[in-house]
């Protein structure tokens, strides 16, 4: 293989120098760049070979603040998803009631102002957002129904791993080793992620002192700063906190523009930016520079990005008016918060049921074992010996008494009940999914029956994957060939194909090949891959070749040499015959 040349580096206006090897990018420690791409490495970078923003000089809120409605939404998305009750009191309670102060990470307790009507009011309306005085304990109960719809939404898009087909065969085989190494649970994490805030983004990575290979990253939506042009992802800009005390706060941003990946730390506050410092001063970031000149080209030679977003669904009704979230997707739940609030408050008031209504016991005076002066009195209810009282017998008097309070386990059943299938249909799923529907589907055409509205779904969903997947399988392949240089690779738009969400079972299929055969409506071929789906084209001709091999030769119809005689069926009539007139 022949040597590989470094990757032009960049340092804020400094003249680029040649590394002797392709090391990394993503943000990972340094950036490559294709062989052959050193031809100007003298000349310093001018303003005009990157016509996007830099990174910020520091200073200023973060997330910027005018993105504010879409990061408290994202908070609140991510509060659901986590299903943790602290997240959520810190959401619907926050700087309003009851939940965590950032710095102190002390509990914040009930204030008047929730009592009262306007912003501060209409979130404490929410059951999360309730105020809780200081001497009371939290006894509110969180039901995951959030993060059962994202887990839900991510295995009926993946449960099944696609498949990749490119033209090149060394491509193709290559493209199956970079499928092999975990690709399939990627997929995964990223639907999840996808269905929990309204979208993911696949990064490309690679490092030559790692692996030999790249990889794909998953980013999630709440950090980070997309930039958008027609709806297209123009440049995008992650971060990451490092470091927080709770005062001070240090985040690293890697920006991604088209040919470019940028690096940034900053040391601010929890709020706040705040000021630009080296790379090197955090271990996290120490190896990584400040420009990566990626060299990464399409066919028609436009710069490349690294990075593709993927919306979960659109448009978003939240968002379509404004202009720098209107292409970002919803989330499954999204729209649907109320009533996971009003989930958590029907399971609650249901414990609540069950914590009041345990046996109590009312027990009069004279059944209490005094225990001195100052120090009250007791009932010991495990005393298996009493002696009796002199006095006159009473019916209601000096007798003790059980308190049980009824428990409504169906009313609060029904009501859940209700409330889910409201979530699930509003999310776009069927109650059969969830195993709500009580019947058991035995065929896949019953299966399909029952769960059409989340297959519905499942093909939205497909919508929005394939394409941009194919984006990004096809930008792993342009740093394999370009920068990794791997050999017999090209950079090619690979095609996706997804796998069925229910499989015929064999039974079934065996059946409607029989039927099409006796109809002579489907070749061997076409028979052979509808029973076996998974099969690729080689395996299904060397099967139909078999399948033909193995038929038995076909038999002529009976005629007059087969025993039946001359009067039997198929016999001769002999006018027929040359020479039947003759005596």
Not at 212 to 225: I, K, M
Request: hydrophobic share 35%; proline share 7%; with cysteine.
């Amino acid at each position: 293989m022949a040597p590989r040349t470094g990757p032009r580096r960049v340092r804020h206006g400094q003249g680029r120098a040649p590394r002797p090897a392709a090391s990394a990018g993503c943000g990972t420690r340094r950036g490559g760049s294709p062989p052959g791409s050193g031809e100007r490495q003298g000349s310093r970078l001018h303003s005009a070979e990157r016509s996007l923003m830099p990174l910020p000089e520091g200073g200023g809120a973060w997330p910027p603040e005018h993105l504010a409605p879409i990061t408290d939404r994202l908070c609140a998305w991510s509060a659901w998803y986590s299903g943790n009750p602290d997240e959520l009191e810190k959401v619907y309670g926050g700087a309003y009631g009851s939940g965590f102060d950032t710095t102190s990470r002390q509990r914040v307790y009930d204030r008047p102002s929730q009592h009262r009507g306007g912003v501060v009011g209409r979130f404490a309306r929410w059951f999360w957002g309730q105020p809780l005085s200081s001497n009371q304990q939290r006894a509110k109960l969180h039901v995951p129904a959030a993060s059962d719809l994202a887990q839900a939404g991510a295995d009926l898009l993946f449960t099944e791993p696609p498949t990749f087909t490119v033209k090149n065969k060394g491509t193709q085989a290559r493209l199956e080793e970079l499928a092999d190494d975990g690709l399939h649970a990627k997929l995964l994490e990223s639907a999840e992620l996808s269905c929990a805030l309204g979208g993911v983004y696949l990064r490309i990575c690679w490092d030559s002192e790692m692996s030999d290979r790249p990889w794909l990253s998953v980013q999630h939506a709440d950090a980070a700063v997309p930039e958008w042009s027609w709806e297209q992802l123009r440049a995008v800009t992650f971060w990451r906190v490092i470091h927080d005390d709770g005062k001070k706060t240090v985040r690293h941003l890697e920006r991604h523009e088209p040919g470019f990946i940028l690096n940034g730390l900053y040391e601010g506050t929890p709020d706040g930016l705040g000021k630009r410092i080296d790379l090197g001063a955090y271990p996290e970031t120490a190896g990584l520079d400040p420009v990566i000149e990626t060299g990464l080209k399409t066919s028609r030679g436009k710069p490349m990005l690294t990075a593709v977003y993927i919306p979960n669904a659109r448009p978003n009704r939240t968002w379509r008016n404004l202009p720098a979230a209107a292409p970002l997707g919803r989330a499954d739940f999204g729209g649907v918060e109320p009533m996971l609030d009003a989930l958590d408050e029907t399971y609650t008031s249901w414990m609540r049921d069950i914590r009041i209504g345990k046996g109590r016991l009312i027990v009069p005076d004279t059944y209490l074992q005094s225990l001195g002066a100052g120090d009250g009195a007791r009932f010991d209810a495990e005393r298996e010996v009493w002696q009796g009282l002199s006095m006159l017998a009473s019916k209601d008097v000096n007798q003790l008494t059980v308190a049980q309070f009824a428990i409504r386990v169906q009313e609060h059943r029904d009501t859940a009940t209700d409330l889910m299938e409201q979530i699930l249909r509003a999310a776009g799923y069927s109650a059969q999914t969830f195993g709500l529907a009580g019947e058991v589907a035995v065929t896949a055409t019953e299966v399909a029956a029952k769960e059409r509205r989340s297959l519905i779904t499942r093909g939205k969903k497909i919508l929005n994957y394939r394409p941009r997947l194919a984006d990004a399988l096809e930008l792993l392949l342009a740093v394999d060939q370009r920068i990794l240089q791997t050999p017999g690779v090209t950079a090619e738009r690979p095609r996706v194909e997804f796998a069925d969400a229910v499989s015929e079972d064999m039974g079934s299929l065996a059946q409607t090949a029989q039927l099409l055969r006796a109809a002579e409506a489907a070749s061997t071929e076409t028979l052979v891959a509808m029973v076996h789906p998974d099969w690729d084209e080689t395996q299904v001709k060397a099967e139909a070749r078999a399948i033909k091999d193995e038929a038995p030769a076909e038999l002529s119809g009976p005629g007059p040499d087969d025993g039946m005689g001359s009067s039997g069926p198929g016999a001769s009539s002999g006018e027929d015959e040359p020479g039947g007139a003759e005596g």
